[in-house]
DNA sequence: GGTATGATTGACT
DNA sequence: GTCAATCATACCA
């Protein structure tokens, strides 16, 4: 990966994910995620990486992980609590447990079809938080694998200059001091505003 | 086999 | 601010 101005509003150029996550997640601040259409700009993400222990890959490959140790451009769709869905975008390469976390959307299209899928109203309760976002694109373990460069996913670079903050990850007992997580400085619609330092 | 723990959210005090 | 929901996985016996 080298000049990401060259690709300006259109897709991902190829390889963009075959990178460290932590080199990727703050490159995907202002993408546009859609599926089936669906979706918004990405405000808020976290890398992981097999190296240190708040990984699901830490201690290996199991039936859960395959995806995230499958080739990078795919999503790790993963339950968390039981109860909800988290989607990830493998990243680094085949064999190694890499991804990005997408903590939250600003809601551009289909916000409909988002209200009718989370049961509420405000926009700023709709992508703001992993579970929330999957809720929201209507993602479940099913779309566990899939390519990111083919319906019903698509991403889409974004046409303007972007301020990314970075704070320690949301939420982990492991590894809490790494200053993984990226967010728009700016953007009132991530899932938690920016720590005070 | 049993128990503890989450890459969370929403309801409630 | 606290806490339950709910289940796959991890870890210990």
Known sequence: MSDLSLYRSGHLPPGFFARPADEVAPD????????????????????????????????????????????????????????????????????????????ALEPTQGLEQMRARRGRDDPYL???????????????????GYRLDAPPFELLLGTAETDVATTPRIGITKAAELPWRFLDAHSRFVSRPRRRS
Do not use: M
């Open 28 to 103: 995907l601040i202002g993408v546009t995620l859609l599926v089936d259409g669906v979706g918004g700009r990405i405000v808020e993400v976290e890398a992981y990486d097999q190296d240190e222990p708040a990984s699901h890959g830490f201690r290996g490959p199991t039936e859960r992980t395959k995806s995230l140790f499958g080739p990078p451009g795919r999503a790790y769709v993963h339950r968390s609590h039981g109860i909800h869905w988290c989607l990830n975008l493998v990243c680094g390469r085949e064999g190694r447990a890499a991804a990005v976390l997408v903590r």
């Open 126 to 144: 709709l992508c703001a938080g992993p579970g929330r976002v999957a809720q929201a694109l209507g993602l479940t373990g099913a779309n566990d």
